[in-house]
């Protein structure tokens, strides 16, 4: 596969791809653990986000996959699925992108094993045949998909948004997705902001309803004015009922890094964001996966309210 990056990794090697799948996440984040206070690592971080963007729906590790093996990468899809939905072929030659899809398949009530590991464990559970049990998540394989730059064929319609900083009504879908978010949500003209040089603020609860209250102060640049909103929604979601002072810094990353995503996803131009990766620095590497997991949940949370998710392109 052809990349511009020269960091970028292949897993040819079928029988240890799923091994180099997972050290090459855990190698990715405890060189970013290990360089927080580096410019680099912030570069790096920044580089994840924008994958995130193109991929909210995917989780932070098959984002993060994607990113070491393709940065470029824009959409991608299952072989097939080029070819039957979209009328494109993979270009001869091309590598494949490996992924972690979910494996779904009828799971024992009791153990949660698919049929096959059912009998080879200890569970003694019996009350049903195997043809009778739900289907459910019994694990992750390997996955081979493509991104449209290795394809060749139909042009696809409104595949790109555009990065004009043209906020269009997304403003006032913001505001209108407060309820369902769980949020109170007010704009506050200019002339009656109390809250200083702040653009936006989160308090923990309302005293009317008892839900996280976002205040933002308004504009005239609906482009920022959203960025705003959603750096607040972010807040409201993950930190409301966080109380720890020496979190703030971390927080306002985690709520910039959503900000950032969803931004970038609705066309905004959101690189005037600075991420200072060195707040993260006291953190190890299980807490900055659980960050990580968190900014990409909340981002896809935020969008799922804004428009219907794309589907996963997976075989």
Same mark, same amino acid.
């Given at each position: ?70 940065? =470029? ?12 939905? !979209? $009328?494109?072929?993979? /270009? %001869? +030659? #091309? ?36 043809? =009778? ?12 998909? !493509? $991104?449209?730059?290795? /394809? %060749? +064929? #139909? ?161």
């Amino acid at each position: 596969m052809a990349t511009t990056r020269d960091s970028s990794v292949s897993f040819d090697q079928t029988d240890t791809r799923s091994d180099e799948m997972n050290s090459t996440i855990e190698q990715w984040i405890d060189d970013l653990v290990a360089g927080v206070d580096d410019a680099q690592a912030s570069a790096e971080f920044q580089e994840w986000l924008d994958v995130q963007s193109h991929f909210h729906d995917y989780s932070y590790r098959n984002t993060l996959l994607i990113k070491r093996q393709c940065p =470029e990468a824009t959409r991608v899809a299952g072989y097939r699925t080029w070819q039957e939905e !979209f $009328d494109r072929h993979v /270009t %001869e +030659g #091309e590598s494949a992108i490996w992924i972690w899809a979910p494996i779904i398949t009828k799971q024992c009530p009791e153990c949660e094993n698919s049929p096959s590991y059912h009998e080879d464990s200890d569970c003694e559970y019996d009350e049903t045949l195997p043809e =009778e049990w739900s289907e459910g998540l019994v694990g992750f394989k390997p996955a081979p998909v !493509f $991104d449209i730059s290795q /394809t %060749e +064929g #139909e042009p696809l319609p409104d595949l790109d948004t555009e990065a004009t900083g043209d906020a269009g009504d997304l403003v006032s879908q913001l505001t209108d997705a407060a309820d369902e978010l769980g949020v109170t949500v007010r704009i506050v003209a200019e002339e009656k902001w109390t809250h200083g040089e702040a653009k936006g603020i989160c308090e923990q609860l309302s005293i009317v309803d008892m839900r996280p209250r976002v205040e933002v102060r308004d504009r005239e640049n609906d482009a920022d004015l959203a960025r705003t909103l959603v750096h607040e929604y972010a807040h409201a979601l993950l930190h409301f009922d966080v109380d720890d002072d020496t979190e703030r810094s971390k927080r306002e990353v985690e709520a910039e890094a959503v900000a950032y995503v969803v931004g970038r996803y609705c066309g905004l131009d959101t690189s005037g964001s600075a991420f200072y990766l060195a707040a993260w620095e006291s953190d190890d590497s299980e807490v900055v996966r659980e960050r990580l997991g968190r900014i990409s949940r909340t981002a896809e949370e935020l969008i799922d309210v804004l428009e219907e998710p794309p589907a996963r392109y997976i075989d």
